[in-house]
């Protein structure tokens, strides 16, 4: 057993509520944007593919910088001057980012090819830097909010389940655009407006812990150099990058369950996936206290593993689509150890404090998005290189429904459950090696606590 449960700690109820519910504009902007961008671009715009190309390089370059340079800006923000360094940028980094969204779907020209870049390449960028300054703002305010692991997964795990809001607002986004781009906009405005009072409302309600207020600052690159001597972040960034690879295959799962297994089955595949996941979430949040962060992941990474290989492999061999559907379920299930993601990143936070004496949590999430970038690329060119050694047929306007070979589909169930699995059993090597569970975090909770009251009382002789 590896119990690495510790004593509560209270966070008001209204602090609570206010935190979740700020995953609620992120998802509202954030999958509307994601869903309909390349459609605006490409399909309403007619901007070349050759443009969106240029457009996307020079993007992913912007992407892989920015993330860990805004987060160095918000934590080096002078918190006495400004009064806090993440619900200021929450607050009003929330609204730009909101009014970014919204004059995003106003055309600058409907014909040129030159202004449709340049439109295309801003609203990529500033819609980005506003999705990374926000998100890893919201995302830090766990850690600074509590040192309790409990209460830390719990919150993520409510803020997760409230990502059904922004479904629901994503699929009316998809069907607005197809049928009137004037009522696309309207409604993208109603939306922003909506994330921005959201935001606000989290940046009033939510509160910065006073003890951090006299935290050194790192400069930037003792800052970047102090975050990589972290073992225990390493070793996540590890588990986190093999993670990810295994998106791009289950976005592929979703054109095998629309076009192959279930036509028409959109919303079957969104509720499997929400709602197994969140199932699977719930169970490892519960199991937790029982055997700990560590050994939960990964005892369900083996149950994941071996049942998807088996419903994988009997699927192809028998050439059985309802195996793969299965299969599609036990894997979302037991991958509900994703509720422990943000929890894991804020352990290291924890440790650095004591290293450092400084709460630097949003520049470990810039740092982490910088090296994991990339896994983010090598999902789609595994999943392009499958499609064209299994002679995958294109769909297109003359035919979007093409009736492809078993080599293509049995091409995708591997994309689906097998490639997966592999990605993930590398990952759990990494998790094996994680250094902060059982008696090790509970001994850095204690010596977390006396150091916070340290700062305290240090605060206290200077007020």
């Known amino acids: 057993m590896e119990n690495d449960s510790l004593s509560p700690e209270t966070v008001p109820k209204l602090e609570r509520f206010a935190y979740v519910m700020g995953n609620v504009p992120i998802s509202l902007i954030g999958g509307i944007f994601f869903l309909t961008y390349y459609r605006y671009f490409h399909d309403i715009l007619g901007l070349a593919p050759e443009l969106i190309t240029l457009g996307m390089g ?8 920015n993330d860990p340079l805004l987060a160095l800006w918000s934590d080096r923000t002078d918190r006495k001057k400004w009064g806090s360094r993440r619900l200021i940028f929450i607050r009003w980094g929330g609204l730009v980012w909101a009014v970014f969204f919204a004059l995003s779907w106003f055309p600058w020209s409907m014909d040129n090819q030159t202004t449709i870049f340049w439109h295309f390449l801003v609203t990529m960028c500033s819609f980005d830097m506003g ?26 795990y ?21 049928n009137s781009l004037r009522m696309f906009q309207i409604f993208s405005i109603v939306v922003a407006i909506i994330a921005a009072i959201m935001f606000f409302l989290v940046s009033f309600l939510c509160h910065e812990r006073a003890e951090f207020v006299e935290d050194p600052m790192l400069p930037l690159w003792p800052a970047i150099k102090e975050t990589l001597k972290s073992k225990s972040f390493l070793i996540f960034i590890g588990y986190n990058f ?6 791009a295959s289950l976005g592929l799962s979703f054109m095998y369950l629309f076009v192959l297994v279930i036509p028409g089955g959109m919303y079957v595949y969104y509720g499997i996936f929400f709602l197994v996941k969140f199932a699977g979430q719930y169970a490892c949040s519960k199991l937790r206290p029982k055997w700990g962060i560590r050994l939960t992941t990964l005892r369900f990474i083996l149950i994941q593993v071996i049942g998807t290989a088996i419903f994988g492999i009997l699927s192809i061999v028998m050439d059985n689509n309802f195996l793969i559907l299965i299969g599609f379920v036990w894997m ?13 990143q804020t352990l290291s936070m924890d ?27 090598i999902g789609p060119i595994i999943v392009t290189w499958i499609l064209e050694w299994t002679h995958y047929i294109e769909q297109t306007l003359d035919n979007p429904n093409p009736t492809q070979p078993n080599t293509a589909i049995d091409g995708i169930r591997a994309i689906m459950l097998l490639i997966p699995m592999a990605f993930i059993l590398i990952g759990a090597i990494f998790m094996y090696f994680y250094p902060i569970h059982g008696e090790t975090m509970k001994q850095m909770r204690v010596d977390l606590e006396i150091l916070h009251q340290q700062k305290r009382d240090r605060l206290s002789k200077i007020v």
């Open 58 to 65: 020079i993007y992913a370059i912007v992407n892989a910088f």
């Open 131 to 156: 999705l990374s300054l926000v998100v890893m703002c919201w995302m830090a305010l766990v850690a600074e909010m509590t040192t309790d692991v409990d209460l830390r997964i719990k919150l993520s």
């Open 158 to 178: 409510i803020a997760g389940v409230l990502q059904l809001f922004g479904l629901v607002a994503v699929i009316l986004a998809g069907i607005m655009l197809d």
């Open 242 to 247: 093999f993670s990810l690879v295994t998106v």
């Open 332 to 344: 979302i299930f037991f991958s509900g150890y994703s509720v422990f993601m943000t929890t894991l």
């Open 351 to 377: 440790e650095d404090e004591l290293k450092t004496g400084s709460r630097r949590e949003t520049t470990f999430l810039g740092v982490n998005a910088l090296i994991t970038k990339p896994a983010d690329s």
